[in-house]
């Protein structure tokens, strides 16, 4: 690679301690920190690529947490608008742990039901509950179906 080329690359920091959520499909990035609920605030060290080329999805986002590992809820919802994501797991600059995340048969807590009838949207103290599809989510109360935008049922 001649000096020209090295000129005009992208680079990001390695992280010394953290989570990279990896083949995020693109733009779905700020759905992700949104997930994570890191909006700026908390002076916690995050870098975002986003739509950046990928062999895998063509088009991928990227994000890395410094000094944070994810807990399985976080994963899980992230399963949802993120099922090809790999996290991997920081130590010291290396990468102790890989995995491709899977979705869940289930999520509690985490998602609205779009259905202003259920039970789960009234003044009941239920607790939504969403079976997962292989390409959607749907409510175990009222059985609505969500296809389009999981992400903008996610409870933050």
């Given at each position: 690679?001649?000096?020209?080329?090295?000129?005009h690359?992208?680079?990001?920091?390695?992280?010394?301690?953290?989570?990279?959520?990896?083949?995020?499909?693109?733009?779905?990035?700020?759905?992700?920190?949104?997930?994570?609920?890191?909006?700026?605030?908390?002076?916690?060290?995050?870098?975002v690529?986003?739509?950046?080329?990928?062999?895998?999805?063509?088009?991928?986002?990227?994000?890395?947490?410094?000094?944070?590992?994810?807990s399985?809820?976080?994963?899980?919802?992230?399963?949802?608008?993120?099922?090809?994501?790999?996290?991997?797991?920081?130590?010291?600059?290396s990468?102790?742990?890989?995995?491709?995340?899977?979705?869940?048969?289930?999520?509690?807590g985490?998602?609205?039901?779009?259905?202003?009838?259920?039970?789960?949207?009234?003044?009941?103290?239920?607790?939504?509950?969403?079976?997962?599809?292989?390409?959607?989510?749907?409510?175990?109360?009222?059985?609505?179906?969500?296809?389009?935008?999981?992400?903008?049922?996610?409870?933050?």
């Open positions: 690679m001649s000096n020209d080329d090295t000129d690359e992208l680079r990001v920091s390695k992280i010394r301690n953290g989570t990279v959520i990896d083949h995020v499909h693109g733009g779905q990035a700020l759905n992700v920190l949104a997930i994570l609920g890191i909006d700026g605030t908390e002076g916690e060290e995050v870098s690529g986003m739509n950046v080329p990928s062999d895998r999805l063509a088009r991928k986002d990227i994000v890395k947490v410094e000094g944070r590992e994810l399985q809820e976080e994963v899980d919802v992230l399963s949802l608008i993120a099922p090809d994501a790999t996290i991997n797991i920081v130590r010291d600059y990468v102790e742990a890989k995995h491709r995340v899977e979705r869940p048969d289930a999520v509690e985490v998602l609205s039901c779009p259905n202003s009838n259920c039970i789960t949207t009234e003044d009941e103290p239920v607790i939504s509950r969403f079976d997962v599809l292989d390409d959607a989510v749907r409510c175990a109360y009222c059985g609505t179906i969500v296809r389009d935008d999981i992400a903008a049922h996610i409870d933050t």
